[in-house]
């Protein structure tokens, strides 16, 4: 992976997913702004400022620097119709190369924007770049909290494998939770690189 082909825009048919930019800064921020309870109870704490413009300007520098450092990719997703709001992210982070070839993915959608299948759309495009040449991972694992039913059900359309339950696996609302570990394989990957 590449600085000049990883942290690139990915297009769907509803979808912009726009790479970490600090021009995005008071859209994320407004969207995190929309979506805290919604995202509280399957994310790790935030911090206090989360939904603030400067804090979002800090972590969309730190996102753009990870990705020209080829060890994490992260995409806002841009409605085509509304080109000045956020209604989720994507995020492929802990990239390992060597004989792992491995990337843990994230991702949250907009309150507002649930049921209508662009998670889905999101997640088709980046997992094509995944495992496309420019990006060229072997698996991509996502930990999901049991409860958490939509997210478990799309994993699972999108072909993921259910690899089984860590126990206590992350502290998220107030307790250490429990996660199904899913996985999937690109079934083109050709040998690990030099």
């Known amino acids: 992976m590449t600085d ?24 994320a921020a407004a969207f995190h702004a929309r979506n805290a309870l919604h995202l509280a109870p399957w994310e790790p704490p935030a911090p206090p400022d989360l939904a603030t413009a400067p804090q979002q300007r800090e972590r969309l520098r730190r996102a753009a620097a990870e990705a020209a450092a080829g060890s994490a990719l992260r995409w806002w997703l841009q409605p085509v119709d509304e080109p000045t709001r956020l209604v ?34 999101a997640l088709q495009a980046v997992v094509a770049h995944a495992f496309s040449s420019a990006v060229h991972l072997h698996r991509i694992q996502a930990n999901v909290r049991p ?27 107030g307790g250490w939770r429990d996660h199904r570990t899913f996985a999937l394989r690109n079934a083109m990957f050709a040998g690990v690189p030099g």
């Not at 989720?88 to 924007?113: H, I």
């Open 88 to 121: 989720g992210s994507v995020g492929l982070s802990q990239v390992s190369r060597g004989p792992f070839q491995n990337a843990m993915l994230g991702y949250a959608v907009d309150a507002a924007c649930e049921g209508q299948g662009l998670m889905r759309e």
């Open 4 to 27: 000049d082909t990883a942290a690139i825009a990915l297009r769907t048919p509803r979808l912009s997913l726009l790479p970490a930019h600090e021009d995005l800064a008071a859209a």
């Open 147 to 173: 409860e958490n039913v939509r997210s478990v059900a799309l994993l699972q359309r999108l072909g993921f494998d259910d690899e089984g339950l860590a126990r206590e696996y992350l502290y998220i609302d």
